[in-house]
C-alpha cells in the first residue's frame, strides 16, 4: 500500500546533511507512529528510526544514534529524519512506513509485512566519500 511520500534525498559528501520528508494526502499522521527504513544495494530492508504517535517517544538504531533526529511538525502532518554527518554507509533509499498501529515503534525493526503497510516510494540518499 503506496500512500506515504517522502522527499528531501539527494547527493552529499561524507560529512554533508539531509533533513528528509513524510507525508500523506489519504489521512493524518498525527498521532500516528512513524518509522524511517532503509535499504541498500545487496543489502535487506533495516528499520533505521521510529517515533510514536502516542508520546512522541523515538528510537534509532545504534549506527545512526547521535547523527539521526526523527520528529513530527507542530501540525503533526509531516514527520522529518534529519541526517547529519552522514556516511557513505548511508546511502540507500529511505522509506517511511506505518501500519497504522500505536505499538509500531515496539516492533519496526523487526519482521514486517512489507507490502502491507502504508509507506512511500523511497527517497534516494547518496553519500560520496
Known amino acids: 500500500q503506496v500512500q506515504l511520500v517522502e522527499s528531501g534525498g539527494g547527493l552529499v559528501q561524507t560529512g554533508g546533511s539531509l533533513k528528509l520528508s513524510c507525508t500523506t494526502s489519504?489521512?493524518?499522521?498525527?498521532?500516528?507512529?512513524i518509522g524511517w527504513f532503509r535499504q541498500a544495494p545487496g543489502k535487506e530492508r533495516e528499520g533505521v528510526s521510529c517515533?510514536?504517535?502516542?508520546?512522541?517517544?523515538?528510537d534509532y538504531i545504534d549506527s545512526v544514534k547521535g547523527r539521526f533526529t526523527i520528529s513530527r511538525d507542530n501540525t503533526k502532518t509531516t514527520v522529518y529524519l534529519q541526517m547529519n554527518s552522514l556516511k557513505p554507509e548511508d546511502t540507500a533509499i529511505y522509506y517511511c512506513?506505518?501500519?497504522?498501529?500505536?505499538?509500531?515503534?515496539?516492533?519496526?525493526?523487526?519482521?514486517?509485512?512489507?507490502?502491507?503497510?502504508?509507506r512511500g516510494q523511497g527517497t534516494q540518499v547518496t553519500v560520496s566519500s
Open positions: 512506513a506505518t501500519d497504522r498501529f500505536p505499538e509500531f515503534c515496539t516492533y519496526y525493526s523487526g519482521s514486517l509485512y512489507w507490502h502491507n503497510l502504508f
Open positions: 489519504e489521512f493524518t499522521l498525527r498521532y500516528l507512529a
Open positions: 517515533i510514536s504517535g502516542s508520546d512522541e517517544s523515538t
